[in-house]
């Protein structure tokens, strides 16, 4: 029996994905939780053999819980399933130790098929993502380069800005403080050598960070 521990702050997501794992056979959901703190205490008392794992989480982002998690990936194998663009975040989650990412809109079965390899010791990365890693790779230089140096929070506040969406709001969704995601702008402008906040929201859409 494959064990598994969800976590996710939206509860329509976790009971969607409770939803297709109750109709396999070798598989149960022992936990479900919507922080980093509670993903992390789960994992170390249930032992579960996959976390499926959000980049966002309102106390600390999935990325930056990958580092606590260290001490348990022997045990247990993490599978991210979010809703950020690929290309932006696969690499740096399987470099952080992950054995597999898809989004949340991959189709049902390929979540099954995930979970199944990755269980088995495999790793799992669906054909879309893999090609969106490979153009990933292949900017080494100039602005391409520089988002490989955003921390998970920087590139999150990023993508934000680039959907117009206003400090006050990025910090509701982020659990932080305006005067943080104020900081985070500024660190953001001087790592990419931009001025302003149009400036930003323009790299974004360049970029392809949203949408």
């Not at 329509?12 to 980093?36: C, F, P, S, W, Y």
């Amino acid at each position: 029996m494959i064990r598994i521990v969800i976590a996710d702050d939206h509860s329509l997501i976790r009971e969607g994905i409770k939803k297709i794992l109750v109709e396999e056979r070798d598989m149960m959901v022992v936990a479900e939780v919507n922080t980093a703190e509670q993903a992390l205490r789960s994992v170390g008392s249930l032992k579960p053999d996959i976390l499926l794992l959000d980049i966002s989480l309102p106390d600390k982002s999935g990325m930056e819980l990958m580092a606590d998690l260290r001490p348990y990936l022997d045990r247990t194998r993490v599978l991210f399933l979010t809703m950020h663009p690929e290309r932006l975040f696969a690499l740096r989650a399987l470099k952080s130790g992950a054995a597999g990412y898809l989004t949340k809109e991959s189709a049902p079965d390929e979540l099954v098929i995930g979970i199944r390899k990755i269980s088995a010791g495999g790793h799992y990365i669906s054909s879309a993502v893999a090609g969106q890693m490979a153009d990933a790779l292949a900017e080494k230089r100039g602005a391409g380069g520089e988002i490989q140096h955003l921390s998970p929070r920087e590139l999150e506040v990023l993508r934000m800005i680039g959907t117009g969406v206003k400090p006050s709001g990025i910090a509701e969704r982020m659990s932080l403080s305006v005067s943080t995601i104020h900081t985070y702008r500024t660190r953001l402008l001087h790592k990419l050598g931009l001025k302003t906040t149009s400036d930003l929201i323009r790299f974004a859409l360049e970029k392809k960070l949203i949408g």
